[in-house]
């Protein structure tokens, strides 16, 4: 087997949760069957961390280093914002800090909530004002 051969994390992680929810839990009850669907749903949650960290990391550090003026740990920027925010160095009113803090929302959504309702209409309205509507709302 060659390393093409070879299934994804993304795909191998969700071949366990299907695999724990369509073979598994019909097989179990009471706690077991809970905690069969735990399990199933952190497998989920992982395959989306992996799904999706690509794709938003490298923006999030680029906002993180173009507000704070500098690169860092992700853990580490986050703490700086928030300390900042926190002591009154930045608000609602210094460039780039409601992006990144929507950004940020929207990404941990994403891995953590992909279904939410109020996701895609954040994610819309968020689009509608950066394209020139200031309410968000379309007229």
């Known amino acids: 087997m060659t390393m093409q051969d070879r299934p994804g994390s993304a795909a191998i992680l969700e071949a366990v949760a299907a695999f724990l929810r369509n ?3 019909p097989a179990v009850s009471g706690t077991l069957a809970f905690r069969t669907r735990v399990a199933a749903n952190a497998v989920d949650l992982v395959r989306r961390e992996i799904d999706e960290a690509g794709a938003s990391d490298a ?3 680029a906002a993180f ?3 704070l003026g500098s690169e860092g740990e992700d853990g580490a920027q986050l703490a700086t914002l928030s300390n900042a925010i926190a002591e009154g160095r930045f608000d609602a009113a210094t460039p780039g800090l409601m992006d990144l803090l929507w950004s940020l929302a ?3 959504l994403a891995i953590d909530q992909p279904t939410y309702p109020g996701l895609a ?3 819309r309205l968020r689009t509608d004002t950066e394209e020139g509507s200031p309410d968000g709302l379309q007229s």
């Open 23 to 25: 073979e598994v839990l």
């Open 59 to 61: 923006r999030l550090r």
């Open 65 to 67: 280093s173009a507000l």
């Open 121 to 123: 209409l954040a994610h």
């Open 106 to 108: 929207e990404a941990r």
